[in-house]
């Protein structure tokens, strides 16, 4: 388990943006315009077989600033034969909840209808994507950094050093101070995260790839870190060190609760909350490479602080009665998460 587990909001949220119900919350906000005219580019050159009609449908859609019911009915209409069955269950849902996407994934079975949808529209609708083409003196540099951005482990020294000599001019200064720290951090990452200079580099030298490599831009955070208590709720003083959580007592009232936490250590640290399954054993939980299932873990709440700072609040606004974990993932000395340091605890909620 080496991440905090996925939210059901997050999922719900992906698999909508899949199905092309939410172009506007899921496209770029900064170039709203141009994002529609290429899918609607994308919709029509994928519309030449048989499933014209309800790949424009979709991409109709997406170019819509919203839906309404007479667009479900449509795709309703032209839905291909093998997925007609999940269409009609997926759209009858919206239409009866008027507006309310709260309401729709409040039914689980929306989102299994919704992972064949989303994978007959990548195979069908999706064929007039052009692929890629990156420039011949920046192919070395491109599959540098993808493989860096595949591989199971940190990148090595030699990996950044490498990245070092054969970068391009115009993302130099950026890789050579994000390679630099990392390699000054032998293993502690939690350091290199703590320099908000590396951090903005960081964040420039993912806009430059994507320019240059046709990468993906990292999704945003779902949340910014909350900096105000839930009104009404018990407030929580929990503090982090290098490395283990101090404040965290051992039973947690039911109901809303904000732990307001301080990292006074010397690294970066975040704590993330989650519900523990029944009879799940947050050692072994941990010891995993694969994610929990949703009946082991359940994310609850999380948030972050730099070293030496505090007013950072994990609001939770119905704890209800189970175990709960609570723990740091960050990478630190020697490329072992913070967890596997010390910096994780449970309490329970009566």
Known sequence: MPTTTRSSRTRALAALCA??????????????????????????????????????????????????????????????????????????????AEGDVGAVFADPEVEVKLEPIEAFEEEHCDEGEEEFAVAPENEEYCAAIEELDTQDGPPTNEQLERIKEIRPDSVGEDTDMVADAFIAAEGDFGKVFSDPEVEAALGRMEEHDAEVC??????????????????????????GVDYGFEGIPAEVPAGAVSFEFTNEGEAAHEMAVFKLGEGVDLDELLSRDEEPSDEEAQDVTGTFAPPGQ????????????????????IPGPEGKAHYELGMKTTFTVA
């Open 310 to 329: 505090g007013g950072a609040f994990a609001n939770a606004e119905d704890l209800t009665p189970g175990t709960y974990a609570v723990v740091c993932f």
């Open 19 to 96: 199905f092309g119900l939410l172009a506007v919350a899921c496209g770029d906000d900064d170039d709203t315009d141009a994002a529609t005219d290429d899918t609607v580019a994308e919709g029509e050159a994928a519309s030449g077989g048989a499933y014209d009609d309800y790949c424009t449908a979709i991409a109709e859609m997406e170019e819509a600033d919203g839906f309404d019911a007479a667009q479900f009915e449509r795709i309703k209409e032209t839905a291909p034969d093998e997925i007609s069955e999940e269409i009609d269950y997926v759209a009858d849902a919206f239409i009866e």
């Open 214 to 239: 046709g990468f993906e831009e990292g999704e945003e955070e779902d949340e910014e870190v909350a900096t105000e208590p839930l009104e009404g709720a018990q407030v929580i003083p929990v503090t």
